[in-house]
């Protein structure tokens, strides 16, 4: 199974600020359709998980662009800019290449 | 508009067998495309996805459940639903549905309904 790696575990950030967060797979994700199967999900306190990015880098409908993702092969990066309350929570990454799908095991961001 | 939502038992005997059904509206499971996927959650833990179903009726497992899960489809009735057999407290969850199409996955959740396997 692939096995990705979030880091950190925990972010404090303040509000209007800006932070990151990384996930690593232990094998590459481009498939053979060449496509790169990596998603953000950001699942905030009491309420199911909700898609932020698809693909790597693709913003799901309604996204602010506050959010933004990138990598590539094993290294991804999503960047959280401008911080606000609602952006509280665990978030996951998750990759769609390999069978069995597999989620990263989270990271939290709470406030300073 | 798009929504899903999962039921299930609640609560349910060890040995027994879980069966959830997810009912959804706003897409077909007949679409090009389009697939349903079950993830389920731990309290307190991260996520665990456990198989897929497509609008041409292929399937996909997570292995790590050993053979016990079944995914399948009503199309006629908008409906997705998962079986696992042989259940133990180890699968004490909250248990998502949620839509894939092409290479959008998961963009859209149900509430989850929460599973609690004890005797």
């Known amino acids: 199974d692939v096995v990705m790696t979030q880091t950190p575990v925990s972010l404090s950030v303040s509000l209007g600020g800006q932070t990151s967060i990384s996930c690593r797979s232990s094998q590459s994700l481009v498939h053979s359709d060449g496509n790169t199967y990596l998603y953000w999900y950001l699942q905030k306190p009491g309420q199911s998980p909700q898609l932020l990015i698809y693909?790597?880098?693709n913003r799901f409908s309604g996204v602010p662009d506050r959010f933004s993702g990138s990598g590539s092969g094993t290294d991804f990066t999503l960047k959280i800019s401008r911080v606000e309350p609602e952006d509280l929570g665990v978030y996951y990454c998750?990759?769609?290449?390999?069978?069995?799908?597999?989620f990263g095991a989270g990271t939290k961001l709470e406030l300073k | 508009q798009v929504t899903l939502k999962e039921s299930g038992p609640g609560i349910l005997q060890p040995s027994q067998t879980l069966s959830l059904t997810c009912t959804f509206s706003?897409?077909?499971?007949?679409?090009?495309?389009?697939?349903v996927g079950w993830i389920r959650q731990p309290s307190g833990k991260g996520l665990e996805w456990l198989a897929n179903?497509?609008?041409?009726?292929?399937?996909y497992y997570n292995p790590s459940l050993k053979n016990r899960l079944t995914i399948s489809k009503d199309t006629s009735n908008n409906q997705a639903f998962l079986k696992i057999t042989n259940v133990d407290t180890a699968d004490t969850a909250t248990y998502y549905c949620?839509?894939?199409?092409?290479?959008?996955?998961?963009?859209?959740w149900g509430q989850g309904t929460l599973v609690t396997v004890s005797s």
């Open positions: 693909k790597v880098s």
């Open positions: 949620a839509r894939t199409i092409a290479a959008i996955s998961f963009a859209y």
């Open positions: 179903i497509w609008w041409d009726d292929d399937k």
């Open positions: 998750y990759q769609g290449t390999h069978y069995p799908y597999t």
């Open positions: 706003g897409f077909s499971l007949s679409t090009y495309g389009m697939g």
